[in-house]
């Protein structure tokens, strides 16, 4: 039921979540929810929520109608901090760059071998589901991993000693090209490289921020020489990667 502007799941008439309007959701101390795969309809003037064995919220209608639980905003942004994380707002009017310089809103594109260049891409083939276009970045003439792009997260104080979990959709035919990155500024943590299979794959990489970390950057490092598809990025509390969810433009920006 809604409480003013916050929701409360109950059970019996007792509270088990309730999701308030600072983004948390709070489940009580003695809460458990079973998988099922889905309910019986409820009787007219009713709706089931219940979580799925995909380990998602859903709910069904008397007429039987199943819709995932959406997620708000404000929750959203309690999991992914990254802004611009689909890729979708390059302010800039270039078509292309190379060096250390912005091209996307809050992406740092990084240049340190060979030549580096990063452009928009919107080819239907070369960006992931609920985007309209992606990061192209093209290297040659490298060597080592110098070259990528990064992004840093302001309030990093907050993750201090937090297990987190960065992912991307990244797509690339060049195997041990691309991977994933977490700094805290003493310690960089790595993902395992994308196949270089040719399709989008989730690269992710977990770490626990150091408690004296002086800065949080987030972002994907490549080595040698390629072409990479780079979209949908988040940044989660705890050791899974959630999926993404695009934010309006007027939210994401802000």
């Known amino acids: ?11 019996s008439g007792v509270e088990k979540l309730k999701l308030e309007t ?18 019986s309809a409820p009787a007219a003037g009713y709706v089931h929520h219940y979580a799925k064995t995909d380990a998602r919220l859903w709910q069904m209608t008397p007429a039987g109608i199943e819709d995932q639980i959406a997620i708000t905003r404000d929750l959203m942004r309690a999991y992914n901090p990254i802004v611009n994380a689909g890729f ?6 270039a078509t292309s760059a190379t060096g250390n310089v912005y091209m996307f809103d809050r992406w740092l594109q990084a240049s340190g071998s060979g030549t580096h260049t990063i452009t928009q891409e919107t080819g239907a083939s070369n ?26 997260i302001e309030n990093y104080t907050s993750y201090r000693g937090v297990q987190v979990t960065l992912s991307f959709r990244i797509k690339t035919s060049n195997a041990s090209f691309v991977r994933a990155d977490i700094y805290d500024g003493t310690t960089q943590t ?4 994308h196949t270089g299979g040719g399709s989008f794959e989730t690269i992710k990489v977990t770490a626990t921020i150091g408690a004296s970390a002086t ?3 987030v972002g994907f490092l490549l080595t040698g020489n390629g072409t990479a598809y780079i979209d949908n990025a988040v940044l989660a509390i705890g050791p899974n990667a959630i999926d993404f969810v695009p934010l309006p433009y007027a939210q994401d920006v802000t």
């Open 1 to 11: 039921h809604l409480d003013g502007s916050e929701l409360y799941f109950e059970v």
């Open 22 to 39: 600072t983004g948390n959701a709070r489940f009580k101390a003695a809460a458990t929810m079973a998988q099922i795969s889905s309910p």
């Open 88 to 93: 979708e707002i390059k302010q800039r009017p």
């Open 127 to 152: 960006i992931d589901a609920l985007s309209a276009s992606s990061l192209k970045t093209v290297v040659s003439g490298a060597s080592g991993s110098a070259n990528g792009a990064t992004q840093t």
């Open 190 to 193: 790595l993902s395992s490289y």
């Open 215 to 217: 800065q949080l950057r």
